[in-house]
């Protein structure tokens, strides 16, 4: 019997603590609060932006802020216009371009989005950008890195005490997001986020950029030029799952579905 109540009270916390992700609707773990993540997490942003060179191609700055905003503006109409506000609420974006020759781009939570240098030299058009900066958006609105620290805490953990998680267990966030974050000896590097992660961003993406008005054909070309560039990168936005063929094939099959159930976005200007 004490078994019994014991598995209702876990399944009671798990329902509790689920989080669904805007525009997939996938059910994701969320145990723990946006501002315990940020907390930890724009510590390590700020100390990266302290010690990162900020771009001087003021052309190319401008044009990650401006597809940036675009993005996002369209991201928060959309979650505005279907009850999901609550999710970018402690959001702060910010678009920055970074001297690095690096082909890459990352995405700290809360919206504080970076993009290297290195990947600008590949892209032609703000439609591939939004592909990038799509990319990005979409790992800041799933909350990705809140899932992931939700993932490692539930491991660490295990279901016995899943209650006591969800009240106070700051600490445990605080030493986890430490890892996840690269706080320490490795500013700005995150861990890499997973296969599913990136999948989910590369579909949401799609839709986001969609939605900000850009064309979502140039996801497929601009894959494949970062396939032929970008082998040798180990980055996250070049990590290695999902491999660039898998990738562009999913875009393929995404494409007519996302361009047929978004196109009236298509002419909305943000
Ligand atoms: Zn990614």
């Known amino acids: 019997m004490k078994k019994i109540i014991l598995i209702s009270a876990m399944i009671a916390v798990v ?21 315990e993540v940020l907390q930890s997490s724009l510590a390590s942003y700020k100390e990266y932006m302290s010690k990162a060179t900020k771009s001087t191609q003021t052309v190319k700055s401008e044009q990650v802020t401006r597809v940036g905003r675009k993005i996002a503006a369209a991201t928060e109409a959309y979650l505005n216009a279907n009850g999901m506000s609550d999710q ?32 600008m030299n590949i892209i032609s058009s703000d439609d591939e950008l939004a592909v990038v900066l799509g990319h990005e958006v979409a790992h800041a609105v799933a909350k990705h890195s809140n899932e992931r620290l939700s993932n490692q805490k539930a491991l660490q953990y295990g279901g016995a005490i899943l209650g006591a998680i969800t009240q106070n267990a700051s600490q445990s966030t605080q030493s986890l997001a430490n890892t996840v974050f690269g706080l320490g000896a490795n500013y700005g590097v995150m861990l890499p986020f997973s296969r599913k992660h990136e999948t989910e961003a590369d579909n949401i993406g799609l839709v986001l950029m969609t939605m900000a008005g ?21 980055a996250e936005f ?9 990738r562009i094939a999913n875009l393929q099959k995404q494409l007519p579905q996302v361009k047929e159930k978004y196109k009236s976005y298509l002419k909305v200007k943000y």
Request: aromatic share 10%.
């Open 15 to 35: 329902l509790t603590a689920c989080n669904k992700v805007p525009i997939s609707g996938r059910n994701q773990l969320n145990l723990v609060s946006d501002s």
């Open 88 to 119: 970018t609420k402690n959001f702060a974006w910010e678009f920055n371009l970074v001297k690095d020759s690096q082909l890459n781009a990352f995405c700290m939570p809360g919206g504080k989005i970076v993009v290297y240098e290195g990947i």
């Open 214 to 234: 850009y064309n979502p054909d140039c996801a497929l070309s601009f894959w494949q030029k970062m396939s032929v560039y970008g082998s040798n990168t180990k």
């Open 238 to 246: 070049m990590s290695t799952h999902p491999s660039d063929a898998t």
